[in-house]
């Protein structure tokens, strides 16, 4: 019931920001919890952020905690994640994934998932 597309990534210089757009479609958009995932050359998919259905419920992985900020607007069915001071272990690419309820770290429970977006910080 929810498809979900991921924009905004890009190459960039490190300290620089970006904005990453996950547009979704369904009417049930605003009973997921949603998150931001991410994959590294040769590492395993890991956790970024997370929001609950409302948008006043976030966490964050260490790594990027005071960086990135997770934001949702349900009126406009989209999830953002802003990326600001970023570095070249931020290279990724990042994927936005929806589940009903609460958003766990554990990728395998997720239900829907983007296609992802490159985000690449030369040094």
């Known amino acids: 019931q929810v498809q979900l597309v991921e924009s905004g990534g890009g190459l960039v210089q490190a300290g620089d920001s970006l904005r990453l757009s996950c547009a979704a479609s369904?009417?049930?958009?605003?009973?997921?919890?949603m998150s931001w995932f991410r994959q590294a050359p040769g590492k395993e998919r890991e956790f970024v952020a997370g929001?609950?259905?409302?948008?006043?419920?976030?966490y964050y992985a260490d790594s990027v905690k005071g960086r990135f900020t997770i934001s949702r607007d349900n009126t406009k069915n989209t999830m953002y994640l802003q990326m600001n001071s970023l570095k070249p272990e931020d290279t990724a690419i990042y994927y936005c994934a929806a589940v009903v309820g609460m958003p766990p770290m554990t990728w395998r429970v997720y239900n829907y998932w983007g296609q992802g977006t490159q985000v690449t910080v030369s040094s």
């Open positions: 929001t609950n259905w409302r948008g006043d419920s976030t």
């Open positions: 369904g009417r049930t958009f605003s009973s997921y919890g």
